[in-house]
């Protein structure tokens, strides 16, 4: 199974930061991954799919990028509706899964 | 719009059964892939269950596995999770998911399982 790892696990940003998550996977996962985020209450919504490609909808300050085992997201300016969990998840092989999250909080 | 919208959840016994509905509109339900995805309270995503276009092929978490089972009716638009012999580890709300271009979008707002003597 793969895992995936999530690093920071928490975050504290203020408006305007840029701000970058990592996904690291236990192995190669042909940059079969997706970004989400969720917000308290609401289902969790897809930035981004391998690894790069920005979900229809989804505003341009949002990015991916890695390849092999080592993925990052990145926020170039950090909007206050941005503060939110962040979850990668792997789809090249089952079972699915996914990173253990990252909570970006207001500094 | 596309909805996804989940029912079925409640309240059951360990060892007890639950059958969970997610009734889909706004998009051809028939051409895409469907998945079953859990959150424990407080928890990251779990993904449980996948199924492919004509319900031929299955694929599920190790922990669900022979417990668990995941279908579809493409005419009723629907996707179905039966759950057999509940643990209180179950214990989560159930999303149904639409697979697209390897990720999933979107998701339902869920039903909650509570399993609890």
């Known amino acids: 199974d793969i895992q995936l790892t999530q690093s920071p696990s928490f975050l504290s940003a203020s408006v305007g930061d840029r701000v970058t998550i990592t996904c690291r996977a236990s192995?190669?996962?042909?940059?079969?991954l997706a970004w989400y985020q969720e917000k308290p209450g609401k289902a969790p919504k897809l930035l981004i799919y391998?690894?790069?490609t920005l979900q229809s909808g989804v505003p341009s300050r949002f990015s991916g990028s890695g390849s092999g085992a080592e993925f990052t997201l990145t926020i170039s300016s950090l909007q206050p509706e941005d503060f939110a969990t962040y979850y990668c998840?792997?789809?090249?092989?089952?079972?699915?899964?996914f990173g253990g999250g990252t909570k970006v909080e207001i500094k | 719009e596309v909805q996804l919208v989940e029912s079925g959840g409640g309240l059951v016994q360990p060892g007890g059964s639950l059958r969970l509905s997610c009734a889909a509109s706004g998009f051809s339900f028939s051409d895409y892939w469907m998945s079953w995805v859990r959150q424990a309270p407080g928890k990251g995503p779990e993904w449980v269950a996948n199924i492919n276009l004509n319900g031929g092929e299955q694929y599920y978490v190790d922990s669900v596995r022979g417990r668990f089972t995941i279908s579809r009716d493409n005419a009723k638009k629907s996707l179905y999770l039966q759950m057999n012999s509940l643990r209180a580890e179950d214990t989560a709300v159930y999303s149904c998911?639409?697979?697209?271009?390897?990720?999933?979008?979107?998701w339902g707002q869920g039903t909650l399982v509570t399993v609890s003597s």
């Open positions: 391998t690894a790069s």
């Open positions: 192995q190669g996962i042909n940059n079969y």
């Open positions: 998911a639409r697979v697209v271009f390897r990720g999933f979008d979107p």
């Open positions: 998840q792997q789809l090249n092989s089952y079972p699915v899964s």
